[in-house]
């Protein structure tokens, strides 16, 4: 916080993504499919080695490098709706929570102010500043994906070497785990029926209206053919 006078970001835009920033990538990409890889630590020294010029940090889980922004951001900030059709970003210090956002390099600037003005009052520097230092909290893991973990210990462990095999990247999961998976995609399901059927209602109820309005109009007058 407050070691940034300006910041400018250059997004790429999709479908256009093979400049300089894009070849680390690459190489990384084609020496990990030619070494063989068992273990996260495997992967890590393949990044390491994939070019004489990259730099590695591995940030081990529990290091806390890694917060949760989201809910001290949105209650600081509004939200910036309709970011994904800008390409550009810039924020300077003089004018805190204005960001301006370009469609192209060469399109004029839209000027969003995204300060929340709460009893009148705009959010200040110094709010911000305690919100940022004191309420940020570090991001929790995420929870196990225990299909993946099935299928790494079932179909991928038998083909490991005996050597990494106790490895916890093909550990069996738990009877427990494989319960919360179930409720989890029950639940799933369930979200997707009611979203389903509250479309359904909505372009039921879309189409009554349309309907009503075409009958209240009357029907429509036919144009005479003039005659020859």
């Known amino acids: 916080m407050d070691r940034l006078k300006h910041v400018d970001y250059k997004f790429f835009v999709k479908g256009h993504t093979k400049n300089s920033c894009d070849r680390g990538f690459g190489h990384i990409r084609k020496y990990i499919g030619s070494v063989d890889c068992y273990t996260v630590e495997h992967v890590v020294d393949a990044v390491k080695n994939a070019a004489s010029n990259s730099v590695t940090v591995h940030f081990p889980r529990g290091t806390g490098q890694f917060k949760a922004y989201k809910e001290v951001l949105t209650e600081l900030y509004k939200r910036l709706e309709g970011i994904q059709q800008f390409q550009i970003f810039s924020m300077d210090e003089a004018e805190m929570g204005v960001v ?82 179930k409720a989890a995609k029950q639940a799933r399901l369930v979200h997707r029926a009611a979203m389903a059927l509250a479309a359904k209602e909505n372009q039921d109820r879309r189409g009554q209206q349309e309907a009503e309005s075409s009958a209240s109009e009357g029907p429509s007058k036919k144009r005479k053919v003039p005659s020859s």
Not at 135 to 162: D, Q, T
């Open 100 to 181: 301006s956002c370009w469609k192209g390099p060469d399109d004029e600037a839209v000027v969003k102010n995204l300060r929340r003005k709460i009893d009148g009052v705009l959010t200040t520097k110094e709010k911000v500043m305690k919100m940022m230092c004191d309420h940020v909290e570090v991001l929790a893991p995420p929870p196990p994906n225990v299909k993946k973990s099935e299928n790494m210990y079932h179909n991928i462990r038998p083909y490991v070497p005996e050597e990494f095999r106790d490895d916890t990247l093909y550990a069996k999961p738990s009877m427990q785990e494989g319960l919360d998976a």
